[in-house]
């Protein structure tokens, strides 16, 4: 909560967190006290977060991680590799990010999410160190605390931005991991995708794998340098590790490589650890027929709410919220049959690439509704339709798309329906705001008292 105070950084952002009229810290009094640090913005560093983790007791320490990074790709391989060791017998702690519209999404431990309550009993030990983290080195924090004390067997941790300079990457992982490399986030980690990769490939560490989704040559050139100079060895798709079993229960072409990726990681995890799938004692295999198992089991359970997630035969969300996203959506769309009419119910934040994300979406629809998602950086829904008809110049494949906007995103969705008709396919996408507002609101489901998200504002520089 802001009180208006200076904070310990002199920013003038308090950093400590009011407690609620019942003397204790709950989740609202957390909330508000993240969205009162959304002010520090994004400053890659690692030098704050070790220091409060130091006075925190270690808790990274704790148990060994899974450390994944990507553009695309590294929240479901998460979801995937910690619903196999999970289904291995072991005690998870998973921290992806953003949330849809939870807070507590970020940290699950044994799939279920953290209590809200409690985790802001654990940030009250974060504002004591004296600190001042940024969002999501709170959230970070947070995770490992929580982490520790629930005494789980691995940690499956998610990067936010980058890698090198990234909170997470003060873990001690056993495996790591990078699914894809895109171009999302260029203003931070750029300018190039080759200088992304670097970013990125500072999750390494020496002696531990780094395992690699399907990457363009110069791409894996990048990295398998970082990686050498290291001395972290490189396992690549297809050569060092085979696909998936079996298909993950999660859509799309694109999570193929994704399972593939989710299976090596948990393998080489569970062969790093002892598991009650089978010790890694004296250099021994954990017992393969219960692996096995296990890889099974995992991929046919796992879920990840949002991600070309169908709510019923005619509602189909997906955040697909940068071109690489919605290279896949549209994937997934031109694998059904064209046999009914469209709708595309569509936000997009600012600094997002809109453009090259409508000239990939635009030709796919017969109706696109613009609206706004509950993200203050989100493109007003006149704008946004401006753009979409930009990108359906007359005479082209877009050209009769029905384009209309509505502010509010539940009726949006009416809109789209009534504009496609009752047959109609409606797509709901472009924004994870969007997509968890929506979701959260046909299902029933609680969103926070206090919306809270990461900030995306410029780094004021790097270490």
């Known amino acids: 909560m802001d009180t208006g105070q200076k904070g310990s950084d002199g920013t003038g952002v308090s950093h400590a967190a009011q407690p609620s009229a019942a003397g204790r810290p709950r989740l609202v009094d957390l909330l508000r006290r993240l969205d009162s640090i959304r002010a520090l913005g994004v400053d890659l560093s690692l030098d704050r977060v070790r220091a409060a983790l130091d006075r925190l007791g270690k808790p ?73 983290l940024t969002y999501f080195e709170v959230c970070t924090a947070l995770a490992f605390l929580a982490f520790a004390e629930a005494r789980v067997d691995v940690m499956v941790l998610e990067t936010g931005l980058g890698g090198r300079l990234d909170a997470t990457t003060a873990c001690l992982p056993v495996a790591t991991a990078i699914t894809s490399i895109g171009h999302d986030h260029l203003e931070l980690l750029g300018p190039t995708l080759l200088d992304v990769a670097r970013e990125k490939a500072g999750i390494a560490k020496p002696g531990v794998p780094l ?113 690489e996203g919605a290279e896949a959506l549209a994937a997934a769309l031109d694998a059904l049959p064209r046999d009914r009419r469209r709708a595309l119910v569509l936000s997009i934040v600012d600094g997002k690439p809109a453009a090259p994300m409508l000239a990939i979406l635009v030709p796919r629809f017969d109706v696109i509704v613009a609206t706004s998602s509950p993200s203050p950086r989100a493109i007003s829904p006149a704008a946004l339709a401006a753009l979409i008809r930009a990108a359906a110049p007359p005479g082209g494949p877009a050209d009769e798309v029905e384009v209309a906007e509505v502010d509010d995103p539940e009726i949006a969705l009416d809109e789209a329906r009534r504009r496609a008709g009752a047959a109609a396919l409606v797509v709901v996408a472009g924004s994870m705001f969007l997509v968890g507002a929506v979701r959260a609101a046909l299902l029933g489901e609680a969103g926070d008292p206090v919306p809270t998200s990461d900030p995306m504002g410029p780094a004021r520089g790097r270490r």
């Open 60 to 132: 990274e320490r704790a148990a060994p991680a899974v450390h994944l990074a990507g553009t695309n790709g590294k929240g479901s391989t998460a979801a995937m590799t910690e619903a196999i060791l999970r289904a291995a017998g072991l005690r998870t702690g998973l921290f992806t990010s953003p949330h849809l519209a939870r807070f507590t999404e970020r940290i699950q431990i044994d799939g279920r999410e953290a209590d809200g309550d409690h985790l802001a009993e654990l940030d009250a030990r974060i504002v004591a160190t004296g600190v001042p």
């Open 211 to 323: 395992l690699l989704g399907p990457l363009a040559p110069e791409i894996d050139a990048a990295i398998a340098d970082v990686a050498r100079t290291v001395g972290a060895p490189l396992r690549r798709a297809g050569r060092d590790y085979p696909p998936a079993p079996i298909a993950p229960r999660l859509a799309g072409a694109h999570q193929a490589a994704n399972a593939a990726l989710a299976v090596a990681l948990a393998r080489a995890a569970m062969s790093a650890i002892a598991t009650p799938a089978g010790p890694a004692a004296a250099g021994a295999e954990p017992e393969a027929a219960r692996v096995d198992a296990a890889v099974r089991a995992g991929l046919t359970s796992v879920t990840w709410p949002g991600r070309l997630e169908w709510l019923g035969p005619d509602l189909l969300l997906d955040c697909a919220h940068n071109t």
